[in-house]
């Protein structure tokens, strides 16, 4: 059963930290996007691509994070630096964008992340 | 600009009952797709089941299905015979067809009693 992965699933770190987390989408899916959940903006999206390339990463802090996808089986997501207020559930999630509007996202389990 | 408003926060529903949680949408695309997802306790987001605009018929997956208004704008996941394991956060979340994202609603906690 195919599904995204991401790593770490987990992750505590102090404030001025760098946070890395990675995302493996689903073999075959050319679209990937992080979105962040948090209690208070329940999900937003962060950034997206297709084939690679970056089409939307408007909803991201620039100042502080970053995306990327090195090749079609990675993406990236950091934060440099980290703050008490990025602590938040991050989603990756994969998806065949050339099937328009009636093709799903599939969703990692999610990085739990939470800076002091 | 597309919009997704759920306005049930919580929902409480008995067990083996059937239960309504309400989505209403806002597009100018005419090709768009609506989609529901679940988010139990654990935390992963399940894709549970998708209308697209010019389907004729309501969608139908399982215990779930799709109660689609076009006009009112609105698609509404009905969950028959409700079981304990359904107690979770349920997301409506729409696609149009000139972009890939997904827009989320704000979600609505269903609760199932015994």
């Known amino acids: 059963d195919a599904r995204v992965t991401q790593t770490p699933r987990h992750k505590v770190t102090e404030m001025g930290q760098e946070v890395t987390m990675r995302c493996q989408p689903i073999?075959?899916?050319?679209?990937v996007f992080w979105y962040r959940q948090t209690m208070m903006q329940g999900l937003e999206l962060l950034a997206y691509?297709?084939?690679?390339?970056?089409?939307?990463d408007s909803g991201m802090p620039k100042d502080r994070f970053s995306a990327e996808m090195p090749d079609a089986t990675l993406a990236t997501l950091k934060i440099q630096p980290s703050e008490p207020r990025d602590s938040a559930v991050y989603f990756c999630?994969?998806?065949?964008?050339?099937?328009?509007?009636?093709?799903?996202?599939?969703f990692g389990n999610g990085t739990r992340l939470t800076v002091t | 600009a597309q919009k997704i408003t759920q306005t049930q926060p919580g929902m409480f529903v008995q067990e083996k009952e059937a239960v309504t949680l309400d989505c209403t949408y806002d597009?100018?695309?005419?090709?768009?797709?609506l989609f529901w997802y679940k988010q139990p306790s654990s935390g992963e987001m399940i894709f549970l089941i998708y209308q697209g605009s010019y389907d004729q018929q309501n969608a139908t997956e399982g215990r779930y299905s799709l109660n689609f208004q076009k006009a009112r704008k609105s698609a509404n996941l009905v969950i028959s015979a409700s079981q304990l394991g359904d107690s979770a956060m349920y997301f409506c979340?729409?696609?149009?067809?000139?972009?890939?994202?997904?827009?989320f609603g704000t979600g609505t906690r269903l609760q199932v009693t015994l």
């Open positions: 979340a729409l696609k149009t067809g000139t972009a890939s994202k997904l827009t």
């Open positions: 597009t100018s695309d005419p090709s768009y797709g």
């Open positions: 691509f297709r084939n690679r390339a970056p089409l939307d």
């Open positions: 073999l075959g899916h050319n679209t």
């Open positions: 999630a994969s998806g065949l964008g050339d099937r328009g509007a009636n093709s799903p996202l599939h």
